[in-house]
T-cell receptor, first 113, second 113 residues
Framework: QQQVKQSPQSLIVQKGGISIINCAYE??????FPWYQQFPGKGPALLIA?????SEKKEGRFTISFNKSAKQFSLHIMDSQPGDSATYFC????????????FGTGTRLTIIP | DAGVTQSPTHLIKTRGQQVTLRCSPK?????VSWYQQALGQGPQFIFQ???????QRGNFPDRFSGHQFPNYSSELNVNALLLGDSALYLC????????????FGPGTRLLVL
């Protein structure tokens, strides 16, 4: 079965620190790797995404690092802020635009002052 | 633009009953997907509708069925409800052939007693 494994399950980071969430996948056909942010009572919202032809993508304080040979990718949140406290999900699909996303199990991030 | 809207927001049903959940896609979007998110888990893909037909399906039994209307809105039907069907049901929409990824609605929280 296609799986995306995500760790850690929960993470506490001090304000201003770096939050790092890791994901690993099995299906080498995956070609699109988005990260979603979900606040309580809301649906997931796209944060940043990467294709396997690049090893890193940065948007503001958010960076995805991608290691194709290891089949791993990670989200780095620089200068973490209390407003970043949410649940983060990594996901994968076999192509951009393919609605069948396979999600990780989520990481609950808490930023403390 | 109201984004993706779903109704109802919450629903309580009894085992064996049937339920219908509704989704209106974001303006300009013609493709709708449904996901099931159990508590503490990542969303799982149920199926996708485009041009009023089911185009892709995840690993869900036939008790889960759907429909897409000419105005692109969609319904998710679940028959013979089980306790394990208790979850947040998310609808996502996108414009076919577009460059944007899918947008998620806030979900319908279903509790089966």
């Amino acid at each position: 079965q296609q799986q995306v494994k995500q760790s850690p399950q929960s993470l506490i980071v001090q304000k201003g620190g770096i939050s790092i969430i890791n994901c690993a996948y099995e299906n080498t056909a995956f070609d699109y790797f988005p990260w979603y942010q979900q606040f309580p009572g809301k649906g997931p919202a796209l944060l940043i995404a990467i294709r396997p032809d690049v090893s890193e993508k940065k948007e503001g304080r958010f960076t995805i690092s991608f290691n194709k040979s290891a089949k791993q990718f990670s989200l780095h949140i620089m200068d973490s802020q209390p407003g970043d406290s949410a649940t983060y999900f990594c996901a994968a699909s076999i192509s951009f635009g393919n609605e069948k996303l396979t999600f990780g199990t989520g990481t609950r991030l808490t930023i403390i002052p | 633009d109201a984004g993706v809207t779903q109704s109802p927001t919450h629903l309580i049903k009894t085992r064996g009953q049937q339920v219908t959940l509704r989704c209106s896609p974001k303006s300009g979007h013609d493709t709708v997907s449904w996901y099931q998110q159990a508590l503490g888990q990542g969303p799982q893909f149920i199926f996708q509708y485009y041009e009023e037909e089911e185009r892709q399906r995840g690993n869900f039994p036939d008790r889960f069925s759907g429909h897409q209307f000419p105005n692109y809105s969609s319904e998710l039907n679940v028959n013979a409800l089980l306790l394990g069907d208790s979850a947040l049901y998310l609808c996502a929409s996108r414009a076919s052939g577009g460059l944007e990824t899918q947008y998620f609605g806030p979900g319908t929280r279903l509790l089966v007693l």
